[in-house]
C-alpha cells in the first residue's frame, strides 16, 4: 500500500496581526523545514570546508579569506538559486510581474542557477586575492552535495516536486498532487484508506535525488578529492556526475507545471539544463588530463 505523504512542511509558525506585502497578506510567519535544510547544508559545508583547508586543499589561504569564499559562495546559492529559478521557470510569471522575483516566500529556487551563482562568488573571491577561479571552485565542489541532499529531503517533507504516477511498492501520495480534487488532506486520507487513491501514488523521485546528488555524488567527491588532484578534475567530476543524475531522474520526475514537456514528449527543463553540464565535466576533465596535482595534502 502506498504512503501518504503527511508531514507539517513547517518547524514552527508564529500568528501575528495580519499585513501585506506586495499585495501578500500575511497572518503568520513560519520557519519550513526546507530552510532549516538550507541551513544545515551550509553549516556542514563550513565545518568540512575547514577541514579540507587544515589539508591544504587550498593553498596558504587564511580563515579571513576561507570566510570570505564561503559567504561568496552561500550568497550566491540564494542569489544564484532565485534568479535561475525565475529566468529557467517563472518567466512568465517574471515577465508579467517583475517583482515576483522578490517574493521568495512562494518559493522556488534553481540548483542550476545556485551553481552558477557559486561560480560566480568563486570568480569574484578569486579576482580579490589573485587566485586561479577553478581553484576556488575545486576546493568548493565536494561541499555542494551537502547542501543539495539536504535540500532534496527538504522537497520531500514539502511534499513538492513529486514524480510521476507509480505502481511500485514505495510509491508516495502527495496531497498538493490532488489540488485539483478540491479536498481538505482529511478528505483525501479518508480516500487514501478506502483505497481510492491508489492510482495516485508517485514516484519519490526527492528521495532519488537525494542519494544520488546527496549521498553518491558527496561519498564520491570526497574520496576523489582526498588526494591531490588536477586542476579542474574535482569540479568535472562534480559536473559530469550531477549532470548524469539529474538528467537521468527526470524521466521519473513531474515536470514543472508552468512548462510541461518541451521536445518530444519527454524532454524537461532539467534535462536540457543538465546538458550543459555533462559537457562542462567532460571538457574540464579533458583539459585535467596530464596536469601535475595543484596543490599537496598536508601531513
Known sequence: MAYFHDIDPYAFQIHVTPFTVFGHEFSSFGVHWYGLMYLGGFVGAWFL????????????VNNEQFSDL?????????????????????????????????????????????LMGVVVGAWYWARRNKMRTWDAVDFLSPLVPIGLGLGRLGNFVGGELWGKRTDAAWGVIFPRALEAMDKTRDELYAMYLAGQLNGEARHPSQLYEFCLEGLVLFTVLWLFSSKPRPRHAVSGVFALLYGCFRFLIEFVREPDAQLGYLAFGWVTMGQILSLPLIALGL????KSRGS?????ASS
Do not use: D, T
Not at 529566468?87 to 529556487?109: D, H, I, N, T
Not at 571538457?283 to 579533458?286: Q, R
Open 49 to 60: 570546508g575547514k577541514r579540507r583547508l587544515r589539508q591544504g586543499r587550498l593553498g596558504n
Open 70 to 114: 564561503m559567504f561568496y559562495a552561500m550568497l550566491g546559492v540564494i542569489l544564484g538559486g532565485r534568479i535561475g529559478y525565475m529566468l529557467f521557470y517563472g518567466w512568465p510569471q517574471l515577465v508579467a510581474e517583475p517583482l515576483s522575483l522578490l517574493r521568495v516566500w512562494e518559493g522556488g529556487m534553481s540548483f542550476h542557477g545556485g
Open 292 to 296: 601535475q596535482p595543484v596543490l599537496a
Open 283 to 286: 571538457w574540464l576533465l579533458w
